[in-house]
């Protein structure tokens, strides 16, 4: 798991490899990732917005823009953590992805980018 913080807010991710879905000899190899997104702040944090850089080892990148994640733009309470699992396809067995979270405080709306931390996503025979 990597984790990185931004001004109060904690990122942490993990992978797993998608065998059951995953088609290696049409170059199609699917990952899942579970992020935790903790509020260590002293406000309410709302996800409004989510931006991703994916990397294939093949040297193509994605970048992928949209609102919220997997369909909600949070309100993440002080001390509180929300959890989603999503995924993510890649043409090789190895790569990784990166990127923000467009976050707004609730007592002035001010907004601010949070790092999500670089994670690998590799498929498990290549680690032997």
């Not at 579970?34 to 309410?44: G, P």
Request: with cysteine.
């Amino acid at each position: 798991m990597v984790t990185a913080i931004t001004d109060g807010v904690k990122v942490s991710v993990e992978t797993i490899y998608q065998p059951e879905y995953s088609n290696p000899a049409n170059e199609h190899f699917m990952f899942a990732y579970r992020v935790e997104i903790s509020n260590l702040s002293d406000y309410a944090v709302q996800l409004m917005r989510r931006q991703w850089f994916i990397f294939d080892s093949n040297s193509s990148r994605r970048e992928v823009e949209g609102e919220g994640v997997v369909g909600v733009q949070p309100i993440i309470e002080p001390g509180d953590t929300h959890v989603y699992v999503s995924g993510c396809n890649l043409k090789t067995d190895m790569g990784s992805m990166k990127g923000t979270y467009l976050m707004k405080r609730a007592v002035d709306d001010s907004e601010f980018d949070v790092d999500i931390p670089e994670f690998q996503l590799i498929a498990p025979y290549k680690l032997n």
